[in-house]
């Protein structure tokens, strides 16, 4: 990118919300998941550890704080390689191809 005269702040950007939409993409896949799992999940684990049936409620204000560690996790973990790609010159880049 920085080949094409894209600057730092546009590649480190480009990297972050590659990550953040990485991560948003796996937070939609794992909620219908988790609805189907978690009933069956906790009912054979109520009669495995206590030996009755356990209540099981779903819990949405869970699934919107998931939603919110995986948009921080995501951005973490995109700004570390980002940097790096930022600090690669022209040359070193093009001579890594």
Excluded: K
Excluded at 30 to 45: D, E, K, N, R, T
Excluded at 64 to 89: E, K, M
């Amino acid at each position: 990118m920085r080949a094409i005269g894209a600057r730092s702040h546009t590649i480190l950007g480009i990297f972050v919300m590659e990550g953040v939409l990485q991560g948003l993409i796996s937070w939609l896949i794992a909620i219908p998941l988790s609805i189907l799992v978690s009933p069956i999940a906790a009912s054979q684990l109520g009669h495995l550890m206590f030996g009755a049936t356990l209540d099981y409620q779903y819990n949405w204000t869970a699934v919107f704080i998931w939603l919110a560690i995986v948009v921080g996790i995501s951005i973490l973990a995109s700004i570390f390689p980002a940097r790096g790609a930022t600090q690669i010159s022209v040359r070193d880049s093009l001579a890594y191809a």
